[in-house]
């Protein structure tokens, strides 16, 4: 079953009818197919594309779309779940390293953002979506719930806080995040967090590359296109974030981008990747030791009109054979302090290790 939820509802598409695979993900063609073929078939495909703009995509055809009520999501109980063993890759101190790698970087004029990430390689004998997908659902750490099929059997599964675009008719809508600050237990001190976030120069900038991208992105296409010049807060279950709505009216005049092509245009924005954008993927595929693949890419739905809905495959995992793979990244700019980002991406991971953790067998080792 792929699964997408978003507000009150989830888009669901049972059984498989067909697998649109591609080795390039910014082929407009293959989009276009996607989108014409969901039309004939009257299903919404569920479609995710890679962290690299010409890495894999799929899109997944399914025999049968419904739209429920969140509440009437059932989920089949994927029976017990096996200890489960960590391996960081790289180790916090290797990520530190790696962000210290990267500030001389932004020191030489290199970049003037990147985002690095660090994974956990999970062995979780018996592992299936529903184990992390049931308590993704049930305490719903990030807006976005999903379990999506990828290409070669992997599964993608999480609870995005990150709207990349939604596309409903002309409307168009983008919800970017950065600039974060784990949370705390104490609602005083958490509020305090919180607050500082708002004023703190090197989050404030961290996150405006992302809207500066992704509006420079949408202007041309859009008739009309507002969004507040200071951010707000976003909440997730370990974190605040920074967070600019976006909405904008799509011009009526020429062809209409689907949501899947609006999402191809926009990924990756400087919330996974960087600026400039090659200069930051170049030092990105240089200092991550693990291809991130479908991690930090972008996944949802369109449907045969081409409206649709996409979030940033963040607070996600790949489940694999008796395997979880997750991934975290940090924003890093001038100003960024390493040990800071080691424990901004630790509190990144929390959110799946903790859905891993719910499951009775699967306390961690
Ligand atoms: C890349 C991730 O988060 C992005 C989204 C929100 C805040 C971010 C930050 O503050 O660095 C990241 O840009 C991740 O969760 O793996």
Redo the contacts with the bound molecule.
């Keep these: 079953m792929n699964i997408f939820t978003s507000g009150s509802q989830a888009v669901i598409g049972h059984g498989i009818r067909e697998i649109y695979p591609t080795e390039s993900g910014t082929d407009a063609g293959w989009a276009s197919a996607v989108v014409a073929a969901a039309g004939f078939s009257g299903v919404r495909a569920h479609c995710a594309l890679s962290f690299t703009p010409g890495g894999r995509a799929v899109a997944v055809l399914p025999e049968l779309s419904e739209v429920v009520g969140y509440d009437a999501i059932e989920l089949a109980h994927p029976g017990p779940l096996a200890p489960t063993e960590v391996t960081p890759e790289p180790a916090p101190s290797g990520y530190a390293a790696m962000v210290e790698a990267a500030l001389r970087r932004i020191a030489d004029g290199d970049v003037a953002k990147v ?1 690095l ?1 660090r994974q956990l390689q999970v062995r979780a004998p018996g592992l299936r979506p529903e184990h992390l997908l049931g308590p993704l659902l049930a305490d719903r750490p990030g807006e976005y719930v999903f379990s999506q099929t990828l290409t070669e059997g992997a599964v993608a599964v999480g609870a995005s806080p ?1 709207l990349l675009v939604r596309r409903s008719g002309h409307a168009v809508s983008a919800v970017p ?4 600050v784990p949370r705390v237990e104490d609602p005083a001190e958490d509020r305090q967090r919180a607050e500082r976030l708002l004023s703190s120069a090197k989050d404030l900038a ?1 996150h405006a590359h992302v809207v500066e991208a992704i509006t420079a992105a949408l202007l041309p296409l859009c008739r009309e296109l507002d969004w507040p010049r200071t951010p707000i807060l976003h909440r997730t279950d370990t974190l605040w ?1 920074l967070a600019t709505p976006i909405n904008g009216v799509l011009h009526e005049d020429r062809p209409l981008p689907s949501a899947l092509e609006l999402a191809q245009l926009l990924h990756p924005t400087p ?2 990747g960087g600026v400039p954008a090659p200069e930051a993927a170049a030092l990105i595929a240089e200092l991550e030791p693990v291809d991130r693949g479908y991690l ?1 890419g972008c996944l949802g739905w369109t449907d045969g009109n081409g409206d649709g809905e996409f979030a940033v495959t ?2 996600a995992g790949i489940v694999g054979h008796d395997e979880l793979r997750l ?5 890093i700019v001038a100003g960024s302090v390493p040990e800071l980002e080691v424990r901004e991406t630790g509190a ?1 991971l929390g959110t799946m290790l903790r859905a891993l953790e719910r499951n009775p067998a699967g306390a961690l080792r």
């Design positions: 985002v990430g990150e995040l950065a600039g974060s961290e974030h919330a996974v930090a963040i607070r991934f975290a990244g940090a924003g990144k």
